[in-house]
């Protein structure tokens, strides 16, 4: 209980105090117009509050994400609290508030267009199939997951389900955003923290005691800790996926410090809800090894139900259905508006982005492989989502360290995590069935080496910088 509580604190402590030092690092300024009125279209450029921005970034960046990530990286045992806190303080709220920062400053700006700037042409055209295959996935696997579940419970086929979660998607994709997600994500946003507020409430009021800290690999399984759990909890820690729907808000701010409460703040209060799913995971089943058996009966849906029933009842069980119903579709549209975003930046060489017929056309064709991929057992490729995501994420960190460096600012707050990152990717990929499948030693003898590689060329990039800070600027 003690350090669940103290995790909790150590959150707000970081918002409170960390995301002043990174807004000050960055430098913000209320006198500088946003995109939303410079480039103001009436679609994807409309001037919103910031506290609709600040739900609308949290749903499009949790979803189930932060719940059924926690409750699977529960496994590992209290040392998940450890990752939470400390991966979301300085990993990925970093991550998430340079991501929309930075679209911001390059007039609502992709994720790609942001790493062709600051890591160049060829780092900028495989980001950008990695992002749009990553969106696309994102958007099937939250497609097909929703329509189960409503088709069990009505007299609705799963076809029919489908349809309607499909167009429903291709409507949230094209419309103004300020039409649809402007207006009942606010009413999503609420089911979400109630569930989360009130799952807290119950554990900490309840009879069962949460698990105090230590440092053992409690994994039912024996899976090593490094680097599967940073993979296993990356929504709630750090999650590539964030930095392609970060430009969906900054396009809507009406001032640059919205930016600390919207993108650093939606990150902590992400970290919060994996926080209290991962201590109900390992609480509620009498520990790791019940919650694997609980796991391997229902999956993580019916993990949450069970939980969600058991502790709140009725209300609860409502709760549990709504949030699994809803909360992945939340996740779905914003996946396959972003990945419409993306393309259409790319292809506005050749089209006219503001033409609606364009906008239609672009995401109907996006649409037509997620509405497939949503059809057919893509389980084998979900695999892969983990680890592209802290790719992307990665990508990410190095991108906003080149721009510190570039401007001659405190690169270290993004450069640090950015090799945490390396050293976790680079190990996963070795080690993960779905990768090279290497003996452990071997995965995380090689990952270390090549992170001290790229810290030998981040320490080269340092000096050059530094020795052409004065030409750099004036660019």
């Known amino acids: 209980m003690v350090t669940f509580l103290c995790s909790?604190?150590?959150?707000?402590?970081?918002?409170?105090?960390y995301s002043k030092v990174i807004e000050k690092v960055f430098v913000v300024d209320d006198n500088r117009q946003t995109p939303a009125y410079t480039k103001h279209?009436?679609?994807?450029?409309?001037?919103?509050?910031?506290?609709?921005?600040?739900?609308?970034?949290?749903l499009n960046i949790?979803?189930?994400?932060?719940?059924?990530?926690?409750?699977?990286?529960?496994?590992?045992?209290?040392?998940?609290?450890?990752?939470?806190?400390?991966?979301?303080?300085?990993?990925g709220a970093v991550h998430d508030y340079f991501s929309g920062m930075l679209s911001l400053k390059h007039g609502g700006a992709q994720f790609p267009t942001l790493v062709g700037k600051y890591m160049g042409e060829f780092v900028r055209k495989s980001i950008n199939i990695v992002s749009i295959v990553l969106m696309l996935l994102v958007a099937a696997a939250f497609t097909a997951g929703p329509a189960q579940l409503i088709s069990s419970i009505s007299p609705l086929s799963f076809g029919l389900c489908l349809v309607l979660i499909f167009g429903y998607f291709l409507l949230a994709a094209i419309l103004p955003i300020n039409q649809i997600i402007g207006r009942i994500y606010p009413i999503f946003g609420a089911i979400l923290i109630i569930m989360a507020v009130a799952i807290a409430g119950a554990l900490v009021f309840g009879s069962k005691q949460i698990p105090n800290l230590t440092f053992a690999n409690l994994h039912p399984g024996e899976l090593p800790i490094w680097p599967l759990l940073m993979v296993t909890i990356s929504c709630g820690a750090i999650s590539g996926f964030h930095c392609t729907q970060s430009p969906i808000v900054s396009r809507t701010m009406k001032k640059e410090t919205e930016g600390r409460k919207i993108f650093y703040g939606a990150m902590i209060a992400e970290g919060v809800i994996a926080l209290i799913w991962a201590a109900a995971g390992m609480t509620f089943f009498g520990g790791t090894g019940g919650l694997q058996g609980a796991l391997a009966a229902g999956g993580p849906a019916g993990v949450?139900?069970?939980?969600?029933?058991?502790?709140?009842?009725?209300f609860g069980g409502i709760l549990a259905i709504l949030g699994v119903i809803i909360l992945p579709i939340t996740t779905g549209d914003t996946a396959l508006r972003s990945a419409r975003m993306i393309a259409t930046e790319s292809l506005s060489k050749w089209f006219n982005p503001e033409k609606k017929w364009v906008v239609a056309i672009i995401t109907v064709c996006l649409g037509a492989p997620v509405f497939y991929l949503s059809?057919?057992?893509?389980?084998?490729?979900?695999?892969?989502?983990?680890?592209?995501?802290?790719i992307v994420a990665m990508v990410m960190l190095w991108t906003a360290t080149s721009f510190l460096m570039r401007e001659g600012k405190a690169h270290?707050?993004?450069?640090?995590?950015?090799?945490?990152?390396?050293?976790?990717?680079?190990?996963?990929?070795?080690?993960?069935?779905?990768?090279?499948?290497?003996?452990?030693?071997?995965?995380?003898?090689?990952?270390?080496?090549?992170?001290?590689?790229?810290?030998i060329q981040y320490a080269r990039k340092i000096l050059y910088y530094r020795q052409h800070a004065s030409v750099l600027l004036e660019r």
Do not use: H
């Open 8 to 17: 909790l604190l150590l959150l707000f402590a970081g918002y409170a105090i």
């Open 41 to 58: 279209d009436g679609l994807d450029y409309v001037p919103m509050s910031w506290w609709k921005g600040w739900l609308i970034q949290l």
């Open 62 to 91: 949790a979803g189930l994400g932060p719940i059924f990530g926690a409750v699977a990286g529960a496994l590992y045992g209290p040392v998940a609290f450890l990752w939470i806190v400390f991966g979301c303080i300085f990993a």
């Open 304 to 314: 949450v139900n069970e939980i969600s029933t058991s502790l709140l009842g009725t």
């Open 375 to 390: 059809t057919i057992d893509y389980s084998f490729l979900w695999r892969y989502v983990g680890g592209t995501n802290q």
């Open 412 to 455: 270290f707050i993004a450069g640090i995590p950015a090799l945490f990152m390396t050293a976790v990717v680079c190990t996963y990929w070795l080690y993960a069935p779905e990768g090279l499948s290497l003996d452990y030693t071997l995965s995380v003898v090689i990952g270390l080496i090549v992170t001290l590689a790229s810290a």
